[in-house]
């Protein structure tokens, strides 16, 4: 029987500028940093307390993946407090906080690379 969902690709340009910006401006964890061949990473990042973790690399031929809509959608318990605050560290959001039609609160940012996620407060 699947548990969860062990990790997630996100497809970036550097993997130290992807480290950067989710440990120093999103607070992930850095769980993982070990050498993965030349001039690769094998890195795992998450936010505090999460099972699954994001794994910062792009495979030869994959780079057209860079700067998309990666389907991730992270949970905040205070999505206007996490908004503020991440925007004085300098994360750039496409769409503040608003209330869906669907009964969430909603928020759109982007990474250096231009993956872009979604924020939600469900609760």
């Known amino acids: ?63 057209d993946r860079i700067g998309t809509f990666s389907g991730i959608v992270f949970d905040s318990d205070d999505i206007e407090g996490t908004y503020r605050d991440l925007v004085a560290k300098g994360v750039e959001f496409t769409q503040p906080p608003q209330l869906q039609p669907w009964g969430m609160k909603m928020a759109l940012f982007q990474d250096p690379d231009g993956n872009g996620f979604v924020l939600v407060q469900s609760r």
């Open 1 to 63: 029987m699947i548990t969860c969902a062990r990790s997630i690709p996100l497809y970036v340009r550097d993997q130290q500028k992807a480290v950067d910006f989710y440990v120093g401006k999103l607070g992930f964890e850095k769980r993982r940093d070990e050498p993965m061949g030349p001039g690769a990473r094998w890195i795992e990042l998450a936010p505090r307390g999460a099972e699954t973790v994001l794994v910062p690399f792009t495979p030869p031929g994959s780079e």
